[in-house]
């Protein structure tokens, strides 16, 4: 086989090998990677999940006791205490065999019928507990428990009255002068006629710990790149502070969820630069206020119309003054918001300025700008101030103010001495060589004279 039937043949494996590696990647990129990093779902921001019943976490009641707006549920080895919308669950270890509440504090007995109290499940020496009863009497009357239905007797009268109810009754009760009673799996408050089912609300926020950021970074993106967008906080909405330096998982990372209006949330009515909207129809919102970024209900985020936010500019360019410092596509910092990198010394357009003056909601006074990156392609962005030197220019040529006794004859005089001088130095270094090299010569023939003699 011929060499150069050889190199051809290796050219054409070299070549075929090349084209596999890069269709190999081209489909773990665009098939394998991307499956994997976009699983399709879209976020989803859990507020409906957040507002939780009593009776939800309850497979059934064996006891309860109640003090004032607080109510203790036994159901089986636990009991569940909930006081103010929040959930307190005490794993007791065995079967709770009652429950009771005197002077503000709860008491249990567990399955060894040893007693303790709540929350330290400390042992408690001859507690006695309140007895179920047939009969008990309030302020307004009496209440009868009778072959699993509750009657009524009015104070002034003796004639019993059955309260309708489907329910099956047990477990008659009084606490602070009202009485109560289970009929099958729910508590009852018993209120004269009527039955008011005693079913305490509590908030879980435990769902915010999984909410998928979906395509939220791409949506972080666009959002605010023309202009601005600002949202008023409903009240009584709840939000959820967020991570956004941080999107390289399945789930965002969360910290605490507040309600607006509340004492340690923002108030009702508080504007907040709009990030993005995300989730299916836009229906999730991402806002940032005094710095800390928050998720809610874009239905509880209405956009408001700040045309003074945008300070524009005339004539404007300026000069990238740190030497690492990036675009944004809002006027908030993070790696959410990161768009792309800008050198020390490159100049960059500025279109406008957002400014804390007029939007209290920033943290830091930005510029919108243009920029023109290597591949000649135009993009825009936010960058705080002190990323940039700005300085205005025009478009019309510089001015010159002309000099009446200039000439050029000094600079003619000036170039014909120069060349006089250089035609000197040859000259001198041409006849340092000349003798030199005669008086080598001289030598040599000297030698070469004794030699014949």
């Given amino acids: 086989m011929k060499r150069c039937d050889i ?39 859990p507020e409906s999940t957040f507002i939780q019943h009593a009776n939800d976490g309850l497979s059934g009641i064996s006891d309860y006791a109640a003090n004032g707006g607080i109510y203790a549920f036994a159901d089986g080895n636990s009991i569940t205490v909930i006081e103010s919308e929040n959930r307190t669950v005490y794993e007791i270890g065995s079967l709770v065999t009652a429950l009771d509440c005197s002077d503000g504090k709860f008491y249990y007995k567990d399955g060894t019928g040893t007693t303790f109290s709540l929350p330290d499940k400390t042992a408690v020496q001859n507690y006695t507990f309140q007895e179920y009863d047939e009969l008990v009497s309030t302020d307004d009357g009496e209440y009868k428990l009778l072959d699993g239905k509750i009657n009524y007797c009015p104070k002034a009268s003796a004639q019993y009255e059955e309260i309708a109810s489907d329910e099956t009754f047990s477990k008659l009760k009084k606490y602070d002068g009202v009485a109560y009673a289970v009929g099958g799996d729910k508590l009852y408050k018993l209120l004269k006629t009527e039955l008011e089912h005693v079913n305490p609300s509590y908030t879980d926020f435990s769902k915010t710990s999984q909410i998928i950021i979906g395509n939220t970074v791409d949506k972080l993106k666009g959002c605010n790149l023309d202009k601005p967008h600002f949202v008023s906080l409903k009240g009584g909405a709840y939000i959820t502070s967020l991570n956004l330096d941080d999107l390289s998982g399945e789930y965002f990372r969360v910290g605490k969820t507040y309600k607006i209006g509340a004492s340690d949330a923002p108030a009702a009515g508080k504007e907040a630069l709009l990030l993005c909207k995300t989730g299916a129809n836009d229906e999730v919102s991402i806002v940032t206020l005094g710095g800390v970024c928050y998720m809610m209900l874009t239905e509880n985020a209405p956009e408001v119309e700040k045309p003074e936010a945008m300070v524009p500019t005339d004539n404007t360019t300026a000069t990238v003054s740190i030497a690492e410092s990036f675009a944004y596509s809002s006027p908030y ?70 000099d009446p006794d200039y000439t050029q004859s000094d600079a003619v005089k000036t170039v014909i001495l120069v060349l006089v001088i250089v035609a000197l130095v040859l000259i001198a270094v041409g006849y340092l060589t000349y003798v030199t090299t005669s008086d080598k010569t001289k030598k040599r023939n000297k030698g070469n004279n004794k030699k014949g003699e």
Avoid: H, M, W
């Fill in 7 to 45: 190199i051809s043949i290796v050219k054409k494996l070299s070549f075929l090998t090349i084209s596999l590696c890069t269709a190999a990647c081209s489909a773990l990129t665009c098939g394998g990677l991307t499956a994997f990093a976009d699983t399709g779902a879209q976020t989803v921001y």
């Fill in 333 to 402: 910092v993070c790696n959410g918001t990161k768009l792309f990198a800008l050198k020390s010394g490159e100049t960059v357009k500025v279109l406008g300025k957002v400014l804390k003056t007029t939007s209290s909601e920033l943290v830091r006074d930005f510029y919108k700008i243009e920029y023109t990156d290597e591949n000649g392609e135009t993009v825009t962005g936010y960058v705080p101030f002190g990323y940039i030197s700005e300085f205005n220019y025009s478009e019309d040529e510089p001015f010159k103010t002309e």
